[in-house]
């Protein structure tokens, strides 16, 4: 496996964490062993030093609890993570900040995983096979992963929650094609799909969950399929789905829209029609503007 590299702080959250199961589990040897080596630095180092050769001594924690070979057994799974030159773990504040990223120079992956998912290895484990293959996908050059402009903030934000929901389908059924329990239940992305998709009828959404088995996605394949935004037969969306604009749940739905204010708002949203509706706040906003 290339370099893998770990955040301080998260190293010390992890031993902090090990170290309060095996308190509470009465694994004292666990205990002595890492006593042995951090009550020393006390009577050594002054309180300055003591950052520093504390994180050396995580670190060997780190390697004596088994943790670079297990992710370098994850990381042998993804041929194409072949393409990168090493491994960055992360601390993620919110689950939403979670995922695995190329680098900066597009070398290198950088995976940020919430500290408490290092407390069952099993669950980490699917956690990290499911990033991995996000990660294989970019460094691919047959998938052709690239950062896609959107002329309007909102409408990116839009086009970003399709795709992601779009891929993450994607990856899950590929993995479950090799035996690989997914990230989430079926159950659990047909209802993803459901919110980037509100118009799609069940079997639809079905389908794009369940990947044909030949069928090689690629990153335009998936973003085609996002930017199309399916008419609703149903005039009257439902109450506390999302504003097909801002993306935001509302339980206001404007109930007109003049002809003036449909054209202003396809001017930003050129795939939208009436039929899918619009919020009271968004229908409002753009009434403003024309006044």
Known sequence: ???????????????????DRAERAGERALLRDYHSLADPLYERLAPEERENAFAQIHLVWFDQRG????FAELWAEFPELGRAEGLLVLAARHKQDEGAVLGRDGAGVCLRALPARFADRQRLATFVRHEFLHASDMLDPAFGYRIERQDTFTEANALAE???ALWCSYVDARLARRGVEPLVSPEARLRELKRAFPALAVEQLAALSAQEPNVALTHADLMELARQIPDSSDPAPRPGTRCPLCRFPTFEWAKEIAPETVNAIQSDFRGWNVRQGACARCVERYELCQA
């Not at 893998?4 to 959250?13: A, H, S, V, Y």
């Not at 943790?67 to 297990?70: K, L, T």
Request: aromatic share 12%; glycine share 0%.
């Open 1 to 19: 496996m290339p370099k893998l590299r770990i955040e301080p702080q998260l190293l010390e959250t992890l031993v902090a964490a090990e170290l």
């Open 67 to 70: 943790w670079r070979e297990w």
């Open 162 to 164: 399709r795709y992601r």
